[in-house]
T-cell receptor, first 108, second 116 residues
């Protein structure tokens, strides 16, 4: 069964500390993976997707097929990074599966 | 960039009435639109996938007779909550997928439904 797991509901870090938001997936095919972010009182928006292999707002995510993971990382957290982060998987049948989300709080 | 609007942004209705929520892609054509429900401080729950010109595909546990979805054009999908009850109170979010390939979804701002 297709599944996306984000084990942490809440992650609190201090400003300037490294951040890693975990995402594990279960999918038998070749996955397309995304990270979406929802800032307070704003709509969900794409942060990054694995096929673009780019860094957005200092965040990177590497697809590890061996560990079936797509963790989101940033070396130095900023207060404006505080938001809700969702990992999502897209399959070939127009199906998107979202993880339960991780709320990131960056403390001053 | 691609913009998705939802209308209304907030609606309060009496129990037993029906409410229609519109989702529009403003500057692109969306073959596929999705409807989600978001509970407070919880994740998105996919309710249904809507494809233009065909019947929506509902997720398990979502009553299709209660949540009517119509995707009549490439820029408009509607969700009608029929005979609404207080437990239907929630935040409903739509998203749209440009083109035919799986890729970035563009989300609407959401609609807060309160059923009294």
């Amino acid at each position: 069964a297709q599944r996306v797991t984000q084990p942490e509901k809440l992650l609190s870090v201090f400003k300037g500390a490294p951040v890693e938001l975990k995402c594990n997936y279960s999918y038998s095919g070749s996955p397309e993976l995304f990270w979406y972010v929802q800032y307070s009182r704003q709509r969900l928006q794409l942060l990054l997707r694995h096929i673009s292999r780019e860094s957005i707002k200092g965040f990177t995510a590497d697809l590890n097929k061996g560990e079936t993971s797509f963790h989101l990382k940033k070396p130095f957290a900023q207060e404006e990074d505080s938001a809700m982060y969702y990992c999502a998987l897209a399959s070939g049948t127009y199906k998107y599966i979202f993880g339960t989300g991780t709320r990131l709080k960056v403390l001053a | 960039g691609a913009v998705v609007s939802q209308h209304p942004s907030r609606v309060i209705c009496k129990s037993g009435t029906s409410v229609k929520i519109e989702c529009r892609s403003l500057d692109f054509q969306a073959t596929t639109m999705f409807w989600y429900r978001q509970f407070p401080k919880q994740s998105l729950m996919l309710m249904a996938t809507s494809n233009e010109g065909s019947k929506a595909t509902y997720e398990q546990g979502v009553e299709k007779d209660k949540f009517l979805i119509n995707h009549a054009s490439l820029t408009l999908s509607t969700l009608t909550v029929t005979s609404a009850h207080p437990e239907d109170s929630s935040f409903y979010i739509c998203s749209a997928l440009p083109g035919l390939a799986l890729g970035e979804q563009f989300f609407g701002p959401g609609t807060r439904l309160t059923v009294l």
